[in-house]
């Protein structure tokens, strides 16, 4: 099949051309149809399938004919990268319709989003937490939503975004057609496609695993070996693209260093970056000068690389569905990919997930030339170091203290007579230029009170389819 028996429009028709789209991948192939026929549909296919293209060209098909100017196709994803991807689909796809789209999402400012949406759009691509606050601020109208596009639903699932998504459902008309797409289908999922569903059709392309075209190994290696090992195994990889995963934005930060100080053409991206140095390193990674990209789970929602002969789990994930998104991005589009696992014995359980998951048991593999009984100059460079001593509050002293002190001066007083000092008004300079201005605060136990404390210790876009932005 070709994408000429969708019987698009001409002018979409182009952009499949201009892209140098041939033949449908499956999840386009099945899902196509019954969308452009009105059907609701929950699509389930694992990431790099083309689930995008399957619902973007029947909206595109859809909001050619009808009114212009308003939001009319909402899809809602879970990271600001995916929601960028998304917009940029359409805006390839449709680039000679004259529709308009804008991705809406948190990190940078609200004021071009306004603009653009006061300009006029038919496509709203949207981050929840971000699309809630245009909602409240009254910038954005959902009144004539038609479709409805909930993309990768298991991994706002998993972000906590759930809540968010049904305020946005009951924001939109009840009367719409509503598209769910989901690498995975915990309970959850399967709650919220009732709820929001009509009579939908289900397209599932293969199982929730990993693509075919994905081989897999595990290389066994104590945890303060896992950076020294991954230098090692580098150089073997050849000139493809590198994605590798990592638990934690900290931990993502430190290894991209590590690899940079090392002479490795490696970048991070995680959430505590802007969203200009974000799309730095994701343009810098997909135009190749970055041949190594270190991320999170969250952070990697949305990174569309072809190139990426490479996933290396440097932290194994917590979940078998984890995996399936992380080696999703590798052997994309019928391509050929490898998938890496640092592991150690505390790997164990989520190890045999996996593999269950798979079907069988997994390839473990060493290297000939590494050291694993070497130990690093810095074995806990992932710890937490430990609390610095917290200061101890003085003790008054005990009535025998007292009295030994009171001796104490009573015998020096004796030997040496000390003169009276007088205490001078607010406002005078005493001995040694010292001037007062207020009188000493005290609690009335005779320590200093809370604000004397304070005072020592301080810290108690738019686009048209048509690609201008």
């Known amino acids: 099949m070709t994408f000429s028996g969708f019987n698009l429009s001409p002018r979409i028709a182009a952009g499949v051309t201009q892209l140098g789209y041939q033949e449908p991948t499956p999840i386009q192939e099945k899902a196509i149809p019954p969308i452009m026929a009105g059907r609701d549909v929950m699509g389930l296919a694992q990431t790099g399938t083309g689930k995008t293209a399957a619902f973007a060209l029947p909206i595109l098909q859809r909001l050619e004919r009808g009114p212009r100017r308003r939001p009319r196709s909402l899809i809602v994803a879970p990271t600001r990268e995916l ?110 496609a009732a709820e929001v569903l009509t009579n939908p059709l289900t397209v599932q392309i293969g199982h929730a695993a990993p693509a075919e075209t994905v081989s897999h190994a595990l290389y066994p290696v104590p945890q303060h070996l896992k950076t020294a090992l991954l230098k090692t195994l580098l150089p073997t990889l050849g000139q493809g693209s590198v994605l590798v995963f990592t638990r934690t934005k900290h931990r993502a930060k430190r290894v991209a260093e590590q690899l940079a100080a090392a002479g490795f053409r490696a970048t991070a991206l995680q959430g505590n970056l802007s969203q200009n140095k974000r799309q730095a390193a994701l343009d810098g990674f997909r135009e190749g000068a970055y041949q190594i990209m270190v991320a999170t789970d969250i952070a990697a929602r949305g990174i569309d690389v072809l190139s990426i002969s490479h996933v290396i789990n440097y932290d194994m994930p917590d979940t078998p569905e984890a995996y399936t998104h992380r080696i999703g991005r590798t052997g994309r589009a019928e391509r050929t990919g490898e998938a890496y696992t640092l592991v150690t014995p505390d790997d164990d359980a989520d190890v045999r997930a996996v593999e269950r998951l798979l079907g069988g048991r997994l390839e473990r593999r060493t290297l000939s030339d590494f050291d694993y009984r070497a130990r690093p100059a810095n074995a806990d460079e992932f710890a937490r170091g430990p609390r610095p001593p917290r200061p101890q509050p003085k003790r008054a002293p005990a009535a025998s203290e007292r009295a030994s002190v009171a001796s104490v001066t009573h015998q020096r007083a004796s030997a040496a007579p000390v003169p009276a000092v007088h205490p001078l008004p607010l406002g005078h300079d005493g001995p040694g230029g010292v001037h007062r201005t207020t009188m000493p605060e005290r609690a009335g136990n005779g320590r200093p009170t809370n604000s004397q404390a304070r005072r020592r210790n301080p810290s108690a876009g738019s686009s048209r389819v048509q690609g201008a932005r």
Do not use: W
Request: aromatic letters at 4%; proline letters at 4%; one cysteine or more.
């Open 83 to 192: 929601a960028e991807q998304i917009h940029q689909s359409f805006v390839a796809l449709g680039r000679q319709t004259g529709l308009r789209s804008v991705a809406i999402y948190g990190g940078v400012g609200m004021t071009q989003q306004v603009q653009a949406l006061r300009n006029g759009v038919e496509i709203v691509v949207a981050c929840p937490g971000r699309l809630l606050d245009h909602v409240g601020q009254g910038t954005v109208d959902l009144s004539g939503v038609e479709v409805l596009v909930l993309d990768e639903a298991d991994r706002m699932f998993d972000m906590g975004f759930l809540p968010d998504v049904r305020r946005i459902v009951r924001a939109v008309p009840g009367r719409r057609q509503t598209l769910l797409f989901s690498a995975t289908m915990p309970d959850d999922i399967k709650s919220l």
